[in-house]
C-alpha cells in the first residue's frame, strides 16, 4: 500500500467517489452540487451540465461565463450516439488584420474580446437533450450571484493577481472591497449577472444575441474603443458536429473535431502506441521521453494544417492514420530530444488533396478555461469545456450585466502566411478538447462495448499533453481515476507552437517537483532544458474524470485536487 490515504498501486489523498444515480466532477464544489441537485430532481445529464456550467459562472468567474465560449460533447445511451456543440465564436466582422497589425492584438481590454458563443451552445444543447426548464436549472447560479458565497483561497489568490480586474470600475466594483481584492471568506456578490441569468432563462438565445444583453454589451464595448457590432452578436451560431476517434490499447477515443486541438491528443496516443509504455515503465525518464516528443510532432501538424475548416481544408484523416503515426514514431530518438520539429505530410495517408483557395468563407449554419464531467443513471454523459480564454479573460465586466468579456482574440496570428491568420468572421483554432473513452469499439458500431471514461481539463495547449498522460495512466498502468488526478505530470513547451500570443516561447519541459530526481537528470542528459516546478502546479492540469462500469451502472468520479475541483455522486 502506498504511503497515502488512498493509494492502492499509486499515490492517492482522495477517495474514488462512487454513486449509481448520477456523478459530477467540477471546478467548484459548490457548482458540483447544483448539477447533483438537478439529478436528484429527475433531470438528466444534460439538464446537470446546464445548471453546473451556470453555477461555475458565479463560483469559478476567473475560468468561464457567459462572455466567453466553448464545447459541449454529449454521449446519450438511447441513441447510442456522440454528439458535439461548438459554441466557439467568431472574430467580429471589424477584426480586420491592419487594424492590429502596428501594435498587436492586446491581451486584455475590450480590442482583445471575440463574439461569444457559449450561450448558443448552452441553448442548443438544451433544446436537444434537455428535460427541464432553464429558470430550473439556472436557479442554484442565480441565487449564488444574488445572495453571495464565500470566496475560496484560490479565488481570492486569482483576483490580486489581476492589476485590470481590480482598477477597471464595472470588475473592481464586483471583486473587490475599498479596492483591494476581496479575501477568503469575504462574501461576494454579482447581483447583475444574477439579473441577467433571469433574462436569459426568460429569452432564450434571442435575448443574448439580439435583445437587451446584446445591446448593453455591445453600446459598452463600443463605448469603450471595441469593435464588437449587434451584427456580430447577431450572426453568431453555434453548431452540432461529429466526433474524431482513434483507438489506443484496446480502447475508443472519442474528440472534437476542428477548430479544437482535440485531434492532437489522437495523434499523440496514435504516436505513443508504437512504443510499450508500460515495459518503459511508470514516470520513467524513458516514458516521459516518447510523450514528450509524440506531442512536439503532433503540435508541428497542427501549425501546419489546422484552422477554422470553413476557411481551410484539413486534412484529418491523414493526421489521424496509424501509418502517418508510425511514420512520425520514427522520427523520435530515445537518447535524444529534437528541438527542431518538422511537419510531416498527411495528406499523403488519405484521399483527396488540398483545395487550391486557402479562404472558402464560413458555413451558413440553421443553427483560462474550465471542464466538467457529468454521468447519469441512464448511461448518458456530458464533458463540458468553457472559457474565457486566459485567466479573467479581458478582466473587464459589462456594466450593468455582471458579464465578464473574454480575451478569445489572443490565440490568433497576424503573420498572413500563417494558416490560423486573423480573419474578420473567422473561428480561432482552439485548444478545448473534450473527451470520451470506451471500451473497444462501440460508438455507432460494436454495441457489445460501452463508456469506460469522460475526462478533460482546462489548461490552453497544456489540455491534450495532460489528457494524453491521464489515458496512459490508467490504460498503461491500471490506475485508478484518483490515482490518475494525483500522480505528477509536465507540460511542453515549443517555440513557436503556443497558442497564445506572441507564440513563440523558450523551449522548456516543466516538471511537477514530485518526480525522482534520477528522472529529471536523465531527462537532462537526453537534452531536455528542465524547469522543475512546484510539487502541486495547476499549469500541468486540472484534471476531471468519470469511470463508468457498464456491468453495474456504478459511476466513480475524481477532481483533480490542484484548485478547488470537486466530485460528487449519489
Same mark, same amino acid.
Given at each position: 500500500?502506498?504511503?497515502?490515504?488512498? &493509494?492502492?498501486?499509486?499515490?492517492?489523498?482522495?477517495?474514488?467517489?462512487?454513486?449509481?444515480?448520477?456523478?459530477?466532477?467540477?471546478?467548484?464544489?459548490?457548482?458540483?452540487?447544483?448539477?447533483?441537485?438537478?439529478?436528484?430532481? &429527475?433531470?438528466?445529464?444534460?439538464?446537470?451540465?446546464?445548471?453546473?456550467?451556470?453555477?461555475?459562472?458565479?463560483?469559478?468567474?476567473?475560468?468561464?461565463?457567459?462572455?466567453?465560449?466553448?464545447?459541449?460533447?454529449?454521449?446519450?445511451?438511447?441513441?447510442?450516439?456522440?454528439?458535439?456543440?461548438?459554441?466557439?465564436?467568431?472574430?467580429?466582422?471589424?477584426?480586420?488584420?491592419?487594424?492590429?497589425?502596428?501594435?498587436?492584438?492586446?491581451?486584455?481590454?475590450?480590442?482583445?474580446?471575440?463574439?461569444?458563443?457559449?450561450?448558443?451552445?448552452?441553448?442548443?444543447?438544451?433544446?436537444?437533450?434537455?428535460?427541464?426548464?432553464?429558470?430550473?436549472?439556472?436557479?442554484?447560479?442565480?441565487?449564488?450571484?444574488?445572495?453571495?458565497?464565500?470566496?475560496?483561497?484560490?479565488?481570492?489568490?486569482?483576483?490580486?493577481?489581476?492589476n485590470l480586474l481590480c482598477e477597471f470600475p464595472s470588475s473592481a466594483a464586483i471583486f473587490t472591497k475599498n479596492g483591494k481584492p476581496l479575501q477568503p471568506g469575504d462574501i461576494i456578490y454579482q447581483k447583475d449577472l444574477a439579473e441577467t441569468?433571469?433574462?436569459?432563462?426568460?429569452?432564450?438565445?434571442?435575448?443574448?444575441?439580439?435583445?437587451?444583453?446584446?445591446?448593453?454589451?455591445?453600446?459598452?464595448?463600443?463605448?469603450?474603443?471595441?469593435?464588437?457590432?449587434?451584427?456580430?452578436?447577431?450572426?453568431?451560431?453555434?453548431?452540432?458536429?461529429?466526433?474524431?476517434?482513434?483507438?489506443?490499447?484496446?480502447?475508443?477515443?472519442?474528440?472534437?473535431?476542428?477548430?479544437?486541438?482535440?485531434?492532437?491528443?489522437?495523434?499523440?496516443?496514435?504516436?505513443?502506441?508504437?512504443?510499450?509504455?508500460?515495459?518503459?515503465?511508470?514516470?520513467?525518464?524513458?516514458?516521459?521521453?516518447?510523450?514528450?516528443?509524440?506531442?512536439?510532432?503532433?503540435?508541428?501538424?497542427?501549425?501546419?494544417?489546422?484552422?477554422?475548416?470553413?476557411?481551410?481544408?484539413?486534412?484529418?484523416?491523414?493526421?489521424?492514420?496509424?501509418?502517418?503515426?508510425?511514420?512520425?514514431?520514427?522520427?523520435?530518438?530515445?537518447?535524444?530530444?529534437?528541438?527542431?520539429?518538422?511537419?510531416?505530410?498527411?495528406?499523403?495517408?488519405?484521399?483527396?488533396?488540398?483545395?487550391?483557395?486557402?479562404?472558402?468563407?464560413?458555413?451558413?449554419?440553421?443553427?483560462?478555461?474550465?471542464?466538467?464531467?457529468?454521468?447519469?443513471?441512464?448511461?448518458?454523459?456530458?464533458?463540458?469545456?468553457?472559457?474565457?480564454?486566459?485567466?479573467?479573460?479581458?478582466?473587464?465586466?459589462?456594466?450593468?450585466?455582471?458579464?465578464?468579456?473574454?480575451?478569445?482574440?489572443?490565440?490568433?496570428?497576424?503573420?498572413?502566411?500563417?494558416?490560423?491568420?486573423?480573419?474578420?468572421?473567422?473561428?480561432?483554432?482552439?485548444?478545448?478538447?473534450?473527451?470520451?473513452?470506451?471500451?473497444?469499439?462501440?460508438?455507432?458500431?460494436?454495441?457489445?462495448?460501452?463508456?469506460?471514461?469522460?475526462?478533460?481539463?482546462?489548461?490552453?495547449?497544456?489540455?491534450?499533453?495532460?489528457?494524453?498522460?491521464?489515458?496512459?495512466?490508467?490504460?498503461?498502468?491500471?490506475?485508478?481515476?484518483?490515482?490518475?488526478?494525483?500522480?505528477?505530470?509536465?507540460?511542453?513547451?515549443?517555440?513557436?507552437?503556443?497558442?497564445?500570443?506572441?507564440?513563440?516561447?523558450?523551449?522548456?519541459?516543466?516538471?511537477?517537483?514530485?518526480?525522482?530526481?534520477?528522472?529529471?537528470?536523465?531527462?537532462?542528459?537526453k537534452g531536455h532544458n528542465v524547469r522543475v516546478l512546484d510539487q502541486w502546479d495547476g499549469v500541468t492540469g486540472r484534471e476531471m474524470i468519470i469511470q463508468v462500469d457498464s456491468s453495474t451502472g456504478v459511476?466513480?468520479?475524481?477532481?483533480?485536487?490542484?484548485?478547488?475541483?470537486?466530485?460528487?455522486?449519489?
Amino acid at each position: 500500500m502506498p504511503a497515502s490515504p488512498h &493509494g492502492i498501486q499509486f499515490t492517492s489523498h482522495r477517495p474514488v467517489v462512487m454513486g449509481k444515480n448520477g456523478m459530477v466532477c467540477s471546478g467548484h464544489p459548490l457548482a458540483s452540487q447544483a448539477g447533483i441537485s438537478i439529478l436528484q430532481k &429527475g433531470g438528466n445529464a444534460v439538464d446537470a451540465a446546464i445548471a453546473t456550467a451556470a453555477a461555475l459562472n458565479v463560483v469559478e468567474p476567473m475560468m468561464s461565463g457567459i462572455g466567453g465560449d466553448g464545447f459541449i460533447m454529449v454521449y446519450w445511451k438511447a441513441d447510442n450516439k456522440i454528439s458535439i456543440s461548438n459554441g466557439t465564436g467568431a472574430a467580429p466582422y471589424a477584426a480586420t488584420r491592419d487594424r492590429f497589425l502596428p501594435i498587436g492584438i492586446p491581451t486584455k481590454g475590450v480590442l482583445s474580446m471575440s463574439v461569444p458563443g457559449l450561450v448558443h451552445s448552452w441553448i442548443d444543447t438544451h433544446e436537444k437533450f434537455g428535460s427541464l426548464p432553464l429558470i430550473d436549472l439556472f436557479q442554484c447560479a442565480i441565487d449564488l450571484a444574488e445572495n453571495g458565497f464565500p470566496v475560496t483561497h484560490y479565488l481570492s489568490n486569482t483576483i490580486g493577481q489581476d492589476n485590470l480586474l481590480c482598477e477597471f470600475p464595472s470588475s473592481a466594483a464586483i471583486f473587490t472591497k475599498n479596492g483591494k481584492p476581496l479575501q477568503p471568506g469575504d462574501i461576494i456578490y454579482q447581483k447583475d449577472l444574477a439579473e441577467t441569468l433571469k433574462l436569459l432563462a426568460k429569452e432564450g438565445r434571442e435575448g443574448f444575441y439580439t435583445g437587451d444583453i446584446a445591446r448593453s454589451i455591445v453600446d459598452f464595448v463600443q463605448s469603450e474603443g471595441g469593435l464588437l457590432t449587434m451584427k456580430d452578436m447577431a450572426d453568431c451560431s453555434a453548431r452540432w458536429q461529429d466526433p474524431i476517434s482513434t483507438t489506443y490499447r484496446g480502447h475508443t477515443v472519442y474528440e472534437a473535431p476542428p477548430n479544437s486541438s482535440g485531434h492532437i491528443l489522437l495523434q499523440e496516443l496514435n504516436i505513443i502506441e508504437n512504443f510499450d509504455i508500460s515495459h518503459l515503465g511508470y514516470d520513467t525518464a524513458d516514458a516521459i521521453h516518447v510523450m514528450v516528443e509524440a506531442k512536439k510532432l503532433a503540435f508541428s501538424d497542427r501549425e501546419a494544417y489546422v484552422a477554422d475548416p470553413d476557411y481551410i481544408d484539413v486534412p484529418i484523416e491523414g493526421l489521424l492514420s496509424k501509418d502517418y503515426a508510425s511514420e512520425r514514431a520514427k522520427v523520435i530518438n530515445m537518447a535524444s530530444t529534437n528541438d527542431v520539429v518538422m511537419e510531416g505530410n498527411p495528406w499523403a495517408y488519405q484521399s483527396g488533396e488540398p483545395s487550391e483557395g486557402i479562404r472558402t468563407g464560413a458555413v451558413v449554419e440553421e443553427e483560462d478555461t474550465t471542464c466538467f464531467v457529468i454521468a447519469d443513471k441512464n448511461g448518458n454523459a456530458v464533458c463540458q469545456l468553457q472559457s474565457l480564454q486566459s485567466s479573467w479573460g479581458s478582466s473587464i465586466v459589462a456594466p450593468g450585466t455582471g458579464i465578464l468579456l473574454n480575451n478569445r482574440m489572443t490565440y490568433w496570428h497576424l503573420d498572413e502566411d500563417h494558416i490560423d491568420c486573423l480573419v474578420p468572421g473567422k473561428r480561432v483554432r482552439h485548444t478545448m478538447n473534450p473527451v470520451m473513452v470506451f471500451n473497444g469499439d462501440s460508438v455507432n458500431r460494436d454495441p457489445r462495448g460501452g463508456l469506460k471514461y469522460v475526462l478533460g481539463t482546462p489548461g490552453a495547449d497544456t489540455q491534450v499533453q495532460a489528457n494524453m498522460q491521464i489515458i496512459s495512466d490508467l490504460v498503461d498502468f491500471g490506475m485508478t481515476i484518483s490515482e490518475a488526478v494525483e500522480a505528477p505530470r509536465w507540460k511542453n513547451n515549443h517555440s513557436p507552437t503556443e497558442s497564445n500570443i506572441p507564440h513563440i516561447c523558450e523551449n522548456e519541459l516543466l516538471m511537477e517537483g514530485r518526480f525522482a530526481e534520477e528522472t529529471i537528470q536523465i531527462l537532462k542528459d537526453k537534452g531536455h532544458n528542465v524547469r522543475v516546478l512546484d510539487q502541486w502546479d495547476g499549469v500541468t492540469g486540472r484534471e476531471m474524470i468519470i469511470q463508468v462500469d457498464s456491468s453495474t451502472g456504478v459511476l466513480q468520479g475524481a477532481a483533480d485536487p490542484r484548485y478547488d475541483g470537486y466530485s460528487i455522486g449519489y
